[in-house]
């Protein structure tokens, strides 16, 4: 079944980091001196597997979708999206040692969608932060969504005080 909330919202994704990253990468030449374009990387870091991997495959598969779409539109400036999605079971400590053991893999990602849930996006935005990490998140937790503690993050999603108040303004009237 599809969720057109999770695939439009990881399409929007993509498309915002259209806008932030045109320019951003520079070209490389492939060993026939023909100029081609690195790839735009976003690496995902969800809990694919365990009781939420349904509603992250509806994400990723948003996500695949909104990459598949970029690409045949050309690109962000010419660079293909490549969607890299890496399993840490919904656990904040496999989370953070994903990220770590990709950010020191060498091969930097243009951004990260930082997991299914806040307690695993709580455990990489330090690491992202520290890295300068573009991510993005659907969790809605006000820790992860602090801008003065994580600058290179943003959420696709309204903080737990935005629900709060916008249900009591409801009940209000």
């Not at 694919?48 to 970029?70: C, D, F, I, N």
């Not at 243009?110 to 932060?129: D, F, H, R, W």
């Amino acid at each position: 079944m599809r969720h057109p909330t999770a695939i439009a919202a990881c399409a929007v994704a993509l498309a915002s980091m259209g806008i932030v990253a045109c320019g951003s990468s520079s070209p490389s030449t492939s060993s026939g001196g023909s100029s081609t374009k690195t790839p735009f990387t976003v690496l995902a870091i969800v809990a694919s597997s365990g009781p939420l991997a349904a509603v992250t495959a509806s994400e990723m598969q948003g996500m695949a979708e909104g990459a598949k779409y970029v690409n045949a539109h050309g690109g962000i400036d010419g660079h293909k999206v490549q969607v890299v999605v890496k399993n840490d079971n919904d656990d904040p400590t496999t989370a953070a040692t994903v990220l770590q053991s990709y950010l020191s893999s060498g091969t930097a990602p243009n951004v990260v969608y930082a997991g299914t849930t806040s307690t695993e996006t709580y455990a990489m935005e330090p690491i992202l932060t520290q890295a300068k990490v573009l991510s993005l998140q659907t969790a809605t937790s006000d820790q992860t969504m602090d801008p003065a503690k994580f600058p290179d993050a943003f959420s696709l999603a309204s903080s737990s005080a935005d629900f709060y108040s916008d249900a009591t303004a409801s009940q209000n009237k």
